[in-house]
T-cell receptor, first 114, second 114 residues
Framework: GAVVSQHPSWVICKSGTSVKIECRSL??????MFWYRQFPKQSLMLMAT?????????EQGVEKDKFLINHASLTLSTLTVTSAHPEDSSFYIC??????????FGSGTRLTVV | AQKVTQAQTEISVVEKEDVTLDCVYE???????LFWYKQPPSGELVFLIR??????QNEISGRYSWNFQKSTSSFNFTITASQVVDSAVYFC???????????FGSGTKLNVKP
């Protein structure tokens, strides 16, 4: 089946630094990928839709300049959290459309900003 | 509006008990898909089932079964003879056909005690 690899699985960074999270589709091409955020004991909320070769579409309330998304190839989308702060600590998970009806999720990245 | 409600925040059962997780959804779309995902402590989302709005047939897969009723906008999930390994957070999700976006419920944490 379709596999989406997300890296790193967890990361700890200092406040004010930037951190990049990668999302790769391993055995299929993904023109569209999705980035979700999950606060502890809460549900997943879509942050943005990443489109290969074009700008990402952000959900209302998500800061574009803080959460930079790049989808430079059909198998890779990256999310960069810029100038991270403790309130950005969260679980970030990506998803890719692998068929007309199928969406595969990555294993997630737990970000802790100290 | 699109919305998924999982009223049960947390459920605790003893191994071998049957347990039903409730899911109620709201949508005005006529074509949509409903999903159940399992999220173990490690964080990844494990796909369990997808149902489209035109298929109200109930489904059974091993110890798992799903009851989809459009009349009550519900898509409930039953685990028969629960096991400790079933302990996880379970999410119900809705995806209208015209969107790539998933609308997740708030999740139900299932604790299965030995």
């Amino acid at each position: 089946g379709a596999v989406v690899s997300q890296h790193p699985s967890w990361v700890i960074c200092k406040s004010g630094t930037s951190v990049k999270i990668e999302c790769r589709s391993l055995d299929f091409q993904a023109t569209t990928m999705f980035w979700y955020r999950q606060f502890p004991k809460q549900s997943l909320m879509l942050m943005a839709t990443s489109n290969e070769g074009s700008k990402a579409t952000y959900e209302q309330g998500v800061e574009k300049d803080k959460f930079l998304i790049n989808h430079a190839s059909l198998t890779l989308s990256t999310l960069t959290v810029t100038s991270a702060h403790p309130e950005d600590s969260s679980f970030y998970i990506c998803s890719a459309r692998d068929s007309p009806y199928g969406y595969t999720f990555g294993s997630g990245t737990r970000l802790t900003v100290v | 509006a699109q919305k998924v409600t999982q009223a049960q925040t947390e459920i605790s059962v003893v191994e071998k008990e049957d347990v039903t997780l409730d899911c109620v959804y709201e949508t005005r779309d006529t074509t949509y898909y409903l999903f159940w995902y399992k999220q173990p402590p490690s964080g990844e989302l494990v796909f369990l089932i997808r149902r489209n709005s035109f298929d109200e047939q109930n489904e059974i897969s091993g110890r798992y079964s799903w009851n989809f009723q459009k009349s009550t906008s519900s898509f409930n999930f039953t685990i028969t003879a629960s096991q400790v390994v079933d302990s996880a957070v379970y999410f119900c999700a809705l995806r209208p056909d015209r969107f790539n976006k998933f609308y997740f419920g708030s999740g139900t944490k299932l604790n299965v005690k030995p």
